[in-house]
């Protein structure tokens, strides 16, 4: 990415680099198979296709071996596509042994111990008709997220059943675009403030991950983030007396790096970055 982080993450006692990455989802279903979500049971929440899940692991096998720093937690969007992408990534995270020609998580051997994740409603999609089409989205409102089916979906001892989500529900259906982008940057913060010691990384949508440049970037506009594309966010934290200090999130991802194109602009308020999110 950029600058090595010094050895065990730590300028000195007291100041810790602290690492967050932001990462979309794998290739969803219905952006391939565009009629899928005309005999879906849930529209709204299309899963990943076979490609999606080889993208995810092979990102999470790029992220083990080019971050040069490790995981401590993972946390993941209720959305059935994030679960998915999550459990492939958390895999090769936490792989004893796979070699070049394993392109999944299938039959793959993990040490749980490596990391530990939980579900946060925080990252989840932007909850309105510019992402989740009215045709799509449930008419009752209910997005109907079982939390304790879609852990069952990550990788054996990797949940943290203690965590509590910053978010304890979804947003309202109908957030503004804005609104959106607001709680994607505090839901940002917010985990790296309740973690201030850990390195994180946040499986989310293509809007969050947006954010996450936009937001720590003076004047700059997101217009592509690609399926799997990520984005390393990095600040010194100095820890006093039980409590902490940090500075603001500085951006080491580079235009194109690692799946996210933007320019030097003002972004607009009214529609979303890039659709199919």
């Given at each position: 990415?950029?600058?090595?982080?010094?050895?065990?993450?730590?300028i000195n006692d007291a100041?810790?680099?602290?690492?967050?990455?932001?990462?979309?989802?794998?290739?969803?279903?219905?952006?391939?198979?565009?009629?899928?979500?005309?005999?879906?049971?849930?529209?709204?929440?299309?899963?990943?296709?076979?490609?999606?899940?080889?993208?995810?692991?092979?990102?999470?096998?790029?992220?083990?071996?080019?971050?040069?720093?490790?995981?401590?937690?993972?946390?993941?969007?209720?959305?059935?596509?994030?679960?998915?992408?999550?459990?492939?990534?958390?895999?090769?995270?936490?792989?004893?042994?796979?070699?070049?020609?394993?392109?999944?998580?299938?039959?793959?051997?993990?040490?749980?111990?490596?990391?530990?994740?939980?579900?946060?409603?925080?990252?989840?999609?932007?909850?309105?008709?510019?992402?989740?089409?009215?045709?799509?989205?449930?008419?009752?409102?209910?997005?109907?997220?079982?939390?304790?089916?879609?852990?069952?979906?990550?990788?054996?001892?990797?949940?943290?059943?203690?965590?509590?989500?910053?978010?304890?529900?979804?947003?309202?259906?109908?957030?503004?675009?804005?609104?959106?982008?607001?709680?994607?940057?505090?839901?940002?913060?917010?985990?790296?403030?309740?973690?201030?010691?850990?390195?994180?990384?946040?499986?989310?949508?293509?809007?969050?991950?947006?954010?996450?440049?936009?937001?720590?970037?003076?004047?700059?506009?997101?217009?592509?983030?690609?399926?799997?594309?990520?984005?390393?966010?990095?600040?010194?934290?100095?820890?006093?007396?039980?409590?902490?200090?940090?500075?603001?999130?500085?951006?080491?991802?580079?235009?194109?790096?690692?799946?996210?194109s933007y320019c030097s602009a003002i972004?607009?308020?009214?529609?979303?970055?890039?659709?199919?999110?």
């Open positions: 990415m950029d600058a090595p982080l010094p050895e065990n993450n730590t100041t810790h680099l602290q690492n967050v990455v932001v990462m979309r989802h794998g290739d969803r279903i219905d952006s391939i198979e565009p009629l899928w979500v005309t005999t879906a049971a849930r529209p709204w929440d299309p899963p990943l296709v076979e490609d999606g899940r080889i993208r995810a692991f092979g990102t999470g096998r790029k992220l083990k071996t080019d971050l040069g720093f490790p995981i401590h937690r993972v946390f993941v969007s209720p959305f059935l596509r994030c679960i998915q992408t999550a459990a492939e990534v958390v895999s090769a995270l936490c792989a004893v042994e796979d070699g070049p020609d394993v392109l999944s998580s299938h039959g793959v051997a993990i040490d749980p111990s490596k990391l530990k994740v939980s579900i946060e409603y925080g990252l989840c999609e932007m909850l309105n008709r510019e992402t989740i089409g009215r045709d799509c989205a449930p008419k009752d409102g209910n997005f109907g997220f079982n939390i304790s089916e879609l852990e069952a979906m990550l990788p054996a001892g990797t949940v943290d059943h203690a965590v509590k989500p910053v978010y304890k529900e979804l947003p309202q259906w109908e957030e503004t675009v804005m609104g959106a982008r607001t709680r994607y940057e505090q839901i940002i913060k917010a985990l790296a403030d309740k973690y201030p010691s850990e390195n994180l990384l946040l499986v989310t949508h293509g809007e969050g991950v947006g954010v996450s440049v936009s937001a720590f970037l003076k004047d700059i506009s997101v217009y592509e983030v690609e399926f799997c594309a990520y984005s390393l966010l990095r600040r010194s934290v100095v820890h006093e007396n039980k409590s902490f200090t940090a500075r603001e999130f500085e951006v080491l991802t580079h235009y194109g790096q690692t799946g996210i972004p607009t308020t009214s529609s979303p970055m890039y659709d199919a999110m």
